[in-house]
């Protein structure tokens, strides 16, 4: 096993616990902002914690991957769904950086021609 997971999440949320004394309103603003993203209703909880994982993978965050992995098990989110998504973001990662790739060619030819 890489990580253990479930004590990364339980330290996390413990130490977010003593950021919410330090800072409340901080963390009620992201509690509003993630009751906000699922307030229509229109997606399934489920794949809400598949876009989730999704992005933590995009974005890098150990401790989104070891929260959302939870909330998309107890949604009903099967590894190969939970495989499904992250091949998503494996496209668009890769996808971002050939479109990155070009405005580097293109950052290049502007400044090599100045």
């Known amino acids: 096993m890489m990580n253990d ?3 990364q999440r339980t330290a996390l949320l ?9 800072s409340p309103d901080v963390v009620r603003g992201i509690g509003t902002m993630d009751a906000a993203a ?14 989730a994982l ?15 992995t939870k909330h998309a098990v107890d949604k ?9 998504a992250l091949g998503v973001a494996i496209a668009l990662n890769a996808g971002a950086a050939m479109t990155y ?7 290049h030819e502007a400044l090599t021609n100045v």
């Not at 413990?14 to 330090?22: C, H, I, N, P, T």
């Open 101 to 107: 790739t070009a405005r580097v060619l293109d950052a």
């Open 76 to 84: 009903g989110a099967t590894r190969e769904e939970i495989a499904e």
């Open 14 to 22: 413990g130490r977010v616990g003593e950021f919410a004394k330090l």
């Open 54 to 68: 999704a992005v933590a993978v995009t974005t890098r965050c150990d401790g989104c991957i070891a929260v959302h």
């Open 5 to 7: 997971w479930t004590a």
């Open 38 to 51: 699922t307030k229509t209703g229109r997606l399934e909880p489920k794949i809400h914690e598949l876009i």
